[in-house]
């Protein structure tokens, strides 16, 4: 049902049964939207009573028409159509974007927020990627003055548009568990310490409770640091056949982690699922070409729901309303990486 508060682009989205990136597109009249989802994404916002913002509307709540997109790495997948989907929003809204990488490096995010200031002086707001801030950089970009909306972020005082890393993980266990895998073990990523930022943690979480569900626990031999990258999941996946023991079903917490385990399984002449189900999170484009079992999640339609806050941060720049925080819906996709256990049976 939809909420009494004013309609989101995310609200058009679910009553058109379209994705928020095409409807922003076709909200705005732009190419590559057929008539049925223009018919479709009418009646919606009409229905709604949802209307997009012109550019020039939006371009009356800055002064300078540039907006910064933050992101720990551009060179990410995650990233790369975040930043994509989300310029085309500012494109169209007459915003230029200024893109920022920290590169993965705690110097150059600390020289970027320690002066707010100047970059205060180069564009009207800002768009946060995953981006991990302490409580400091937080109350200190909340005041600055600047226009903030964020992807992927968790107890920060402005618009936030991500997904329920704990759902996204409970749903991936749960389908290992449902195939009668109980002897599971997670490759896990690392948080880097802040306030905002809890991927890793939630999605652990949800690891922890789909087993609890099912009376079990978490064995610690079984829950092995692989950070967020295919080297890190071929080390941790080595790791485990090595010193921990084979199990018979693995939960990567993100699919490129997926990606190097599967890689280990290869080199030590195990594959999957013969020898161990795997199952990710993301839905990564290389994902389906290696047939891995995955929780979907809608990265473009992040970035641009995202985007499109800020743009009404910016058009009435006057205007208080209280930050909102928007989940959109993970899928759980069935691939070939993952079957019914032959093993074992529930102790």
Known sequence: MVSAQRATIQDVAVLSGLSICTVSRALRNLPNVSERAHRKVAEAAEKLG????????????????????????????????????AEEVFADGGHDTVLLSLRNSAEVRNRVFADLAALRQRVDGVLLLNVDLDAD????????????ASVGMTGVPWDNVGIDDEHAAWQ??????????????????????????????????????????????????????????????RRAMTELIAH?????????????????????????????PKDVSVIGIDDHPMSWFLGLSTVAQPVADQGAFAANLLCERLQNPEQDHLPTSHFLDTKL???????????????
Request: aromatic share 6%.
């Open 50 to 85: 949802y209307k997009a913002s012109s550019a020039a509307a939006r371009l009356a709540g800055g002064s300078t028409g540039s907006v910064a997109i933050i992101a720990p790495t551009a060179t990410a997948w995650f990233f790369a159509q975040a930043v994509e989907s």
């Open 137 to 148: 950089e937080i109350d200190a970009l909340a005041g600055s003055g600047l226009a903030v």
């Open 172 to 233: 991936a266990t749960s389908h290992l568990l449902e195939l009668g895998h109980w002897d599971l073990a997670v490759l896990s990523g690392r948080e880097l310490g802040g306030h905002s930022v809890r991927t890793s943690n939630n999605r652990l979480d949800g690891f922890s409770r789909a087993l609890a569900e099912h009376d079990l626990t978490v064995h610690p031999d079984l829950v092995v640091n692989a950070g967020s990258s295919i080297e890190g999941g």
């Open 244 to 272: 921990r023991g084979l199990p018979t079903a693995l939960f990567a917490d993100c699919d490129e982690t997926a990606f190097g385990a599967l890689k280990a399984l290869r080199e030590h002449g195990l594959g999957a």
């Open 333 to 347: 996709i069935e691939r070939k990486t993952t079957r019914r256990n032959r093993r074992t049976e529930k102790p």
